[in-house]
């Protein structure tokens, strides 16, 4: 059924993790609030989030500053690799290092990736059904904050590879009947103090 009413998607990356990933760290902890609390005037209805500690664990600290919102994990909000481009599609000036970058995954992220970005696409992009609109929080990894903004834009299904998120970045997508995905907002750190921004970035990229 094509939906009728508009979609507000908000994508939010995990904070910041333990060095092992099992949970969050301190920092984390406070990004995790500190995005919760800004999205608290937003009429939120539902928190999605991955099946990983990192991620569930910011999502019930979000959720905790929004009143009523419902938590709900998914396995397609995980992450994994979510295509396998070939070669020949990878821009010439980056193919090798793109392809080192990908010859990482797992042979289950090969086997399982792709489907679940398409089950991630399904779920949570697009207009909806009914006359109100619905604003949901997705509270995810890097590779699936890239692959839906991608999505978006309607870039190549590789364009995912290097956009990259940091901890706790907000980024915002309408879905409004008959019209174009907006990305509204990308990667946006205001409500983190100086010292919580940044981080998941390469030091490099730090600004």
């Known amino acids: 059924m094509t939906g009728t009413a508009t979609r507000y998607l908000y994508l939010v990356r995990h904070g910041e993790a333990l060095p ?3 949970g969050l760290s301190a920092n984390g902890r406070r990004q995790a609030v500190l995005v919760g609390r800004r999205l608290a005037g937003r009429p939120i209805s539902t928190v999605h989030h991955g099946p990983l500690c990192r991620a569930a664990q ?3 600290l979000i959720a905790e500053q929004l009143p009523g919102a419902e938590l709900r ?7 994994y690799v979510p295509s396998f481009p070939q070669r020949s599609e990878l821009p010439p000036e980056a193919a090798d290092h793109l392809m080192r970058f990908l010859a990482q995954a797992t042979d289950e992220e090969r086997e ?8 991630a696409v399904e779920r949570f992009t697009g207009p909806v059904v009914g006359d109100r609109e619905r604003h949901e929080l997705l509270v995810t990894h890097s590779f699936l904050v890239g692959w839906l903004v991608r999505h978006a834009l309607g870039a190549p299904e590789w364009r995912w590879l290097g956009l990259n998120q940091g901890n706790a970045a907000l980024t915002v997508i309408r ?23 940044w981080t998941g970035f390469p030091p490099e990229l730090r600004v």
């Open 20 to 22: 092992d990933e099992t």
């Open 58 to 60: 910011s999502a019930r």
């Open 73 to 79: 994990e998914a396995e397609c909000a995980g992450d």
């Open 112 to 119: 399982h990736g792709p489907g679940l970005a398409r089950q």
């Open 175 to 197: 879905y409004a009947p008959g019209r174009l995905p907006s990305v509204l907002v990308h990667n946006d750190v205001e409500h983190l103090p100086a010292e919580l921004r």
